[in-house]
């Protein structure tokens, strides 16, 4: 009976532990593997359109209208439209931030966002930041 007890209990450690690893977030400072990610979505009128409609759906609350950092939330959220990227300023770095979320205060999008859908953000995010 024990035995089955710590194995059960050694399984459940097993899956947290794997657990913690697909759970993976941003780094601070940037992350050198995202910054190789190479944006697939070209940055058009329309791309830039559709990034804009996914940000006032479901980021600007936090990050505010135009993306100053000034929603409500609990945390003061990242302005996203100064040169200061905490997560790391290439395309591939600020889609790993929204794809796998940064802390606690930011969670990450991946399942509720496509792919395609973050890139359109990336490419909003760059239309009213600085352009790079
Ligand atoms: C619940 C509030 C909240 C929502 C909703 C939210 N964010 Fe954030 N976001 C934050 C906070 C807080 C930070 C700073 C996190 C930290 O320092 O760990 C952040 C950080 C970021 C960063 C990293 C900025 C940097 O300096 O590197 C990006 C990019 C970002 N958010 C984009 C988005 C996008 C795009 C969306 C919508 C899909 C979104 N966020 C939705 C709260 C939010």
Avoid at 4 to 25: N, P
Avoid at 26 to 55: C, F
Avoid at 76 to 95: K, Y
């Amino acid at each position: 009976m024990r035995a089955a007890a710590l194995a059960i209990l050694f399984l459940a450690f097993l899956c947290a532990s794997t657990l913690a690893d697909i759970g993976a977030q941003a780094q601070k400072g940037g992350n050198p593997e995202a910054a190789k990610l190479t944006n697939p979505v070209a940055k058009t009128p329309e791309s830039i359109a559709a990034g804009k409609r996914t940000y006032q759906r479901m980021c600007a609350r936090c990050h505010g209208p135009g993306g100053k950092g000034d929603g409500s939330g609990t945390t003061i959220p990242s302005d996203l439209t100064d040169e200061v990227w905490e997560f790391g300023s290439s395309d591939g770095e600020i889609f790993t931030a929204i794809h796998d979320g940064t802390s606690i205060d930011m969670d990450g999008y991946a399942g509720r966002i496509s792919d395609t859908d973050m890139w359109n953000l990336v490419n909003f995010l760059r239309s009213i930041g600085l352009q790079k």
